[in-house]
């Protein structure tokens, strides 16, 4: 096997929108009727950054577009759904559900589950969207929905990314201050979403600078950048579903990625889409861009290089006057991902898995790393 591993993923960054809530909070939950107000503790993203158009440095965060609000009964069956306000749920009073014209009645057991960003081109869609999961009419079911990834998967799209509760329903509580004038209790629940993808990331690739007895790589050209081994589905739960796309060893590519204009003619591979931390070691502001799709978090996405051509100067063993030689078409297949000792089985959902940074898990490869074809 000649695929490549990474180790220390000190590369990987959090995308959670924010790591508070009240999820799963068992407070008191009783059967007393009283109202329902949703507050949204956290719609952006403040340890990373993303930049929506290609070729522009300024700062962008996650934007949170549309919502829908799931209340469900203690046995797991939906009692209640309406679109999110956007505005009323930001501020500090939080947003009221309503039933009709009437503020919506529940009871100290029920729990909450927020969509954000469903996947849809208008608001009208995203409304046909949310009926579509309400006429599940159960917890299970709205969880283990699924989404195709579409045109979520690029770097470009990743500001509007897909977003949910991150640890499953949240609880309810009765709301610290009361109003003691109302004859009901008034709930509440804060709820900080998170990204129901994860990432894969490319920021640099380069040829190692020592010979070690296997000859230098002089120059390459990449020709394309592919995923594979891949979800072509997502849940609204956070995890890959569908189909499992494999490409084996065949070097015709019909899944996610970018071939023929991606490439640089060096060692940089940014197309268009700037990489998404305010700060990378080694990369000038001025060029902070990477290759990168968004990939459902179940399994470990591979990626797969096709240099067109590589610049091979042998070793004297192999060639005793040592002239260049030209290699054409060949593949790299970064196959393994290390966090230390142990092996990223599962990429997990809202998290950044960046290779090639200077200084945090560089993609160096050598005359041996090369093959004939992908996932030798």
């Known amino acids: 096997m000649k695929n490549i591993k990474f180790f220390a993923m000190a590369a990987i960054a959090a995308l959670a929108l924010s790591s508070c809530s009240k999820e799963d909070n068992s407070n008191a939950a009783n059967n007393n009727k009283g109202l329902l107000v949703i507050k949204l503790d956290g719609v952006n993203t ?39 306000d956007l505005t009323d749920a930001q501020a500090t009073g939080g947003q009221l559900l309503m039933e009709n014209t009437d503020p919506l009645e529940v009871t100290g057991d029920m729990k909450v589950y927020i969509v954000g960003n469903l996947p849809v081109a208008s608001a009208d869609a995203g409304a046909a969207e949310a009926a579509r999961l309400a006429t599940i009419g159960n917890t299970n079911g709205i969880l283990a929905a699924s ?5 979520l998967q690029v770097a470009n799209g990743f500001k509007t990314i897909p977003l949910a509760n991150p640890n499953g329903l949240a609880a309810i509580a009765p709301a610290a201050t009361q109003d003691t004038s ?115 978090s179940k399994g470990a996405a591979r990626l797969i290089i096709h240099l067109k051509s590589v610049t091979y100067t042998p070793t004297i063993a192999e060639d005793p006057e040592q002239k260049p ?52």
């Open 182 to 296: 109302n004859e009901v209790v008034e709930y509440e629940t804060s709820i900080a979403l998170k990204p129901l993808l994860s990432r894969l990331e490319l920021a640099a690739i380069q040829a190692k600078t020592t010979a070690d007895n296997l000859g230098i790589i002089t120059a390459f050209v990449i020709d394309g950048i592919y995923i594979d081994s891949y979800y072509d589905e997502y849940t609204y739960g956070g995890s890959g579903t569908g189909t499992l796309f494999d490409q084996q060893q065949s070097t015709t590519f019909s899944g996610l990625g970018d071939g023929g204009d991606v490439a640089a003619t060096d060692a940089s591979p940014y197309i268009a889409y700037p990489i998404v931390e305010e700060e990378v070691e080694g990369v000038p502001t001025d060029v902070r861009k990477a290759w990168a799709y968004n990939v459902p």
């Open 325 to 376: 030689r030209t290699l054409y078409n060949k593949y790299l297949t970064v196959g393994t991902y290390m966090d230390g000792e142990t092996k990223i089985t599962d990429f997990a959902r809202g998290v950044i898995y960046r290779i090639g940074a200077e200084g945090e898990n560089e993609f160096e490869f050598g005359p041996e790393n090369l093959d004939d074809f992908p996932n030798p």
């Open 147 to 151: 989404k195709a990834i579409g045109g």
């Open 46 to 84: 403040p340890e990373t950054r993303a930049i929506d158009n290609p070729g522009s440095n300024a700062e962008g965060t996650i934007t949170l577009g549309n919502g829908w609000v799931f209340v469900f009964n203690s046995d797991g069956t939906l009692y209640h759904d309406e679109a999110l």
